[in-house]
């Protein structure tokens, strides 16, 4: 496989190392709000189960947008807290 003008970075990493869904961030994010995004996006990923009952990771990118968008509305004038987070995938 060639990559020829591709960038290479931390989240696209994982994907050529086999992970279809991936979440990064653009930058160094806030550990104490990173922890607690976390915890929702599991929680909303959590919420939707495949149908031999483990998470379905399909719908990473809906779960990832409704955690920032919690915390967004929880910080509004602070987008340096939720607008880091990104989810790279198929």
Do not use: C
């Amino acid at each position: 496989m060639e990559l020829i003008d591709e960038a290479i970075h931390l989240t696209s990493a994982f994907q050529l190392a086999g992970f279809p869904h991936v979440i990064g961030t653009l930058w160094e994010i806030n550990d104490e709000v990173a922890s607690h995004m976390a915890a929702d996006f599991y929680a909303e990923l959590g919420g939707v189960t495949d149908q031999h009952g483990g998470l379905d990771t399909d719908v990473a990118a809906r779960a990832l947008h409704h955690t920032v968008r919690k915390v967004r509305d929880r910080y509004p004038k602070a987008p340096y807290l939720w607008a880091a987070h990104l989810h790279a995938g198929i």
